[in-house]
């Protein structure tokens, strides 16, 4: 190894090995085969790296730099640091292994442009991944050490000149509850300061305490007089959650802001290594007097249990020109209280349940438009859905709206389109869900907690212009 070490610096140099500069990439590589080579012959182990292969600091940091450093850094939720090439080169299998099946980076939704492409995707291109592949087989070739190091993109600043923050509980101590052992959801009520008149939220960001803590973070908007579906208030309900747990800060919720309560948005939907989220311009979501935001935190409990606190700033302002709606509808869910609750059978590798709606029946407001821009949708199942898939139905036309093809309760968020799509209120919406249940021998019924199930869509809408 110090072998060829030494022979990647001096082959690097340009002068001492008689290359016309520029060409490092290649140069190295071959140079180092015939060195190695060569060595070979008077050792028992052959050092193989074929001509042209691709190298750590050449090609495979510029990649990590782009787009794994945002979690995989030191103190980061993403534990190794993967601009370390020791540390890089011993996870080189788990890289290529990760980044095939797009995994790593995590990101649910299909953004091949198939379904539709995103903002802010965390998507590799298919020559990146082959990149990570060739990368391992060559056997994870360092490079050219001195080259200057890549920096990480810099993140989107929060537009808007009146930012507003909201803080998590600075004492709270994360703890494994039903959920099990991976993550920690805690349901904390914070305070928009919404008084007399609406106001808009326009964008947000999150900034964690701790970065190794804080794997994700939901803002659901509530009406804190709203009655929930259990009858009495959203706000009677939430006080007596948090007090049933008089040794914890706020209270346990999986699907949602705890169980029962009746939540009108996912105005912030937060994963790491994202900067601010800036709504499209123009745009923003009315936030009424009075209403407040339950903050749902997923702690990474194998990051150790230390209190930290998150502070979600809100970027707030008087007027737009166009309301964005955010509004959530869930048929599967909606069985439970009309009478015709479904069961997801146990026992099945996948089992599916498809529901539609007219767009205009997810909030009363669409109805009045003429035309609706679809901004983005949250598409949102628990622990047991695979994939889950939104068909927009206009006539007898149809297209796709979102393709989750890998569907991970731990990286859910809201997905904004690059191009929004363009529909009429009475257009249908279609989405099927499907679900594992092969590991399972009871069935699975809709609800909120952590054994339960949902197919819910969030839709971002604004009346086309
Ligand atoms: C948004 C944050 C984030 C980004 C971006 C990200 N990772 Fe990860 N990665 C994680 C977290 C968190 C884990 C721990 C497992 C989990 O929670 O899914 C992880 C785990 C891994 C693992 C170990 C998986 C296992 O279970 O053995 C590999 C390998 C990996 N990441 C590679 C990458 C690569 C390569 C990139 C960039 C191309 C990347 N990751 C980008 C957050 C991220």
């Not at 980044?99 to 939704?109: I, K, L, Q, S």
């Not at 349940?353 to 669409?366: G, L, V, Y």
Request: with cysteine.
């Amino acid at each position: 190894m110090a072998l060829l070490v030494a022979l990647t610096g001096c082959a690097a140099d340009p002068e001492a090995s008689g290359e016309s500069s520029g060409e490092t990439g290649t140069g190295t590589a071959a140079e180092v085969t015939t060195a190695a080579s060569a060595a070979a012959e008077s050792s028992s182990t052959t050092l193989e790296i074929p001509p042209g292969s691709p190298t750590f600091y050449e090609d495979v940091l510029p990649v990590i730099a782009a787009q794994c450093m945002g979690c995989h850094t030191p103190g980061g939720i993403g534990v190794f640091d993967l601009a370390d090439y020791e540390i890089a080169k011993t996870l080189a299998s788990a890289l290529t292994a990760q980044t095939a099946v797009r995994a790593m980076p995590p990101f649910v939704a299909s953004n091949t442009g198939e379904c539709n492409t995103f903002t802010d995707a965390r998507w590799l291109t298919d020559d990146e991944i082959d990149l990570f592949a060739r990368w391992e087989q060559a056997g994870a070739p360092q490079g050219d050490a001195s080259l200057p190091r890549p920096v990480p993109p810099t993140a989107d600043g929060l537009v808007g000149e009146e930012i507003l923050a909201l803080r998590s509980p600075a004492d709270y101590v994360p703890v494994a509850d039903d959920a099990g052992g991976a993550d920690d959801y805690q349901c904390f009520l914070v305070d928009p300061e919404v008084v007399d008149t609406a106001r808009y939220l326009i964008g947000y960001e999150v900034a964690p305490g701790n970065p190794a803590v804080t794997h994700h973070l939901i803002g659901f908007l509530v009406d804190p007089e709203g009655t929930t579906p259990f009858g009495g208030t959203n706000g009677s309900l939430m006080a007596s959650l948090d007090a049933a747990s008089p040794d914890q800060l706020g209270w346990d919720c999986y699907g949602a802001a705890g169980n029962g309560v009746l939540v009108q948005g996912t105005p912030v939907t937060w994963a790491p290594g994202g900067g601010a989220f800036n709504f499209p311009e123009g745009t923003g979501i009315r936030i009424d007097p009075g209403y407040q935001l339950v903050l749902q935190m997923h702690y990474n409990l194998a990051a150790g249990q230390e209190a930290a606190q998150t502070e979600v700033r809100l970027s707030m302002v008087d007027e737009v020109e166009r309301e964005a709606v955010n509004a959530l509808d869930d048929r599967f869910l909606a069985t439970l209280f009309n009478g015709t609750s479904v069961e997801i059978p146990p026992g099945e590798s996948s089992f599916v349940w498809k529901w539609q709606a007219p767009i205009r029946e997810w909030d009363s407001r669409i109805s009045g438009w003429e035309k609706v821009e679809i901004l983005g949708m949250l598409p949102h199942m628990h622990g047991l859905g695979r994939r889950m898939q939104v068909t927009i139905h206009s006539g007898d036309t149809e297209q796709c709206g979102i393709y989750v093809d890998r569907w991970d309760f731990n990286w859910q968020q809201a997905f904004m389109y690059e191009t929004p799509i363009v529909v009429s209120p009475s257009d249908q919406l279609e989405i099927v869900c499907d679900w594992d249940t092969s590991a399972k021998d009871t069935p699975t019924t809709p609800g909120l907690g952590t054994g339960n199930e949902m197919c819910l869509l969030g839709i971002y809408v604004a009346e086309a212009k």
